[in-house]
């Protein structure tokens, strides 16, 4: 760690209060040059403790950057994690309050829901695929607290990997009857198509991100708990939204996921 105990407090502190007044703020490592990815998780892990520590529940991890659209799109090339809290969450079909959002972008995302335990390392798709519960189709909105949603790697873990709002919707589907890889995603905006990929976009397989995920908490020994909600990570580039937008994404066997923002 380079960065001290009471830094970590004060960057948490610093980040975590952009998001709730929904202003931004220029990227931490500008100040913070030898800040390590230690410290990035430090941040995120104490941004964490505070909601907790308000009542708040963590109720999904994330992972994030896991498709190559998304890494190019952010000049990143290495996945990251995060978690997302009960307020996060935002019904189907519902209305999203830009006014409470910095410059917000909407991702599709295949989520699944865990019936066991995983633990790295080790941890391989075959794994994860035994402890699938089920799948579900997902909208995350992110909404980076940097200035034009630009970043570095270690800016953006301590950002929470820019966790804002999410939507969960669809239908759940047993894995099996599924191939993740081929599962085709159409996002539109407006009525219109403005991204489409496939499962395969996400790191060759979704459940790979789940495994990255068990072996990254394993090296730090922890686990991904049964009954864990997970979003694997936007499969097309972001897509900016303001309101007045009205999106919708199709995933083909999951149904789709729909809201509005105003
Ligand atoms: C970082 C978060 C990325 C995803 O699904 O790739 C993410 C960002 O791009 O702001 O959630
Ligand atoms: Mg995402």
Not at 79 to 84: A, D, L, N, S, T
Not at 223 to 252: C, K, L, N, W
Request: glycine letters at 8%; charged letters at 25%.
């Amino acid at each position: 760690m380079a960065l001290d105990a009471v830094t970590i407090a004060q960057l948490a502190e610093h980040v975590e209060s952009a998001e709730l007044n929904a202003h931004d703020i220029t990227k931490i490592t500008d100040e913070y040059p030898a800040m390590s990815w230690d410290d990035a998780y430090a941040i995120q892990d104490a941004i964490r403790a505070r909601k907790e520590a308000r009542g708040h529940k963590t109720v999904g991890l994330k992972c994030g950057l896991t498709s190559r659209a998304k890494m190019k799109q952010m000049g990143v090339e290495v996945p990251c994690f995060g978690f997302v809290s009960d307020y996060m969450s935002c019904a189907e079909g519902s209305d999203i309050d830009t006014a409470r959002l910095i410059h917000p972008k909407v991702e599709a995302e295949i989520c699944i829901v865990t019936k066991a335990p995983l633990r790295g390392p080790g941890c391989h798709v075959g794994a994860v695929m035994a402890a699938v519960d089920f799948v579900l189709p997902g909208v995350e909105i992110i909404d980076s607290r940097y200035r034009d949603f630009k970043f570095d790697l270690k800016s953006v873990i301590a950002d929470n990997t820019s966790a804002s709002r999410f939507v969960v919707g669809g239908r759940p589907r047993n894995v099996e009857e599924l191939d993740l890889r081929t599962l085709g995603v159409v996002m539109e905006k407006n009525g219109r198509i403005v991204a489409m990929a496939a499962g395969a976009a996400v790191l060759g397989h979704p459940a790979a991100a789940v495994a990255m995920l068990a072996n990254h908490l394993g090296a730090r020994g922890q686990e991904i708990p049964a009954g864990s909600f997970i979003m694997t990570g936007g499969v097309t580039e972001a897509i900016a939204v303001q309101a007045g937008d009205q999106v919708t994404v199709r995933f083909q066997d999951l149904g789709s996921v729909a809201m509005r923002f105003v």
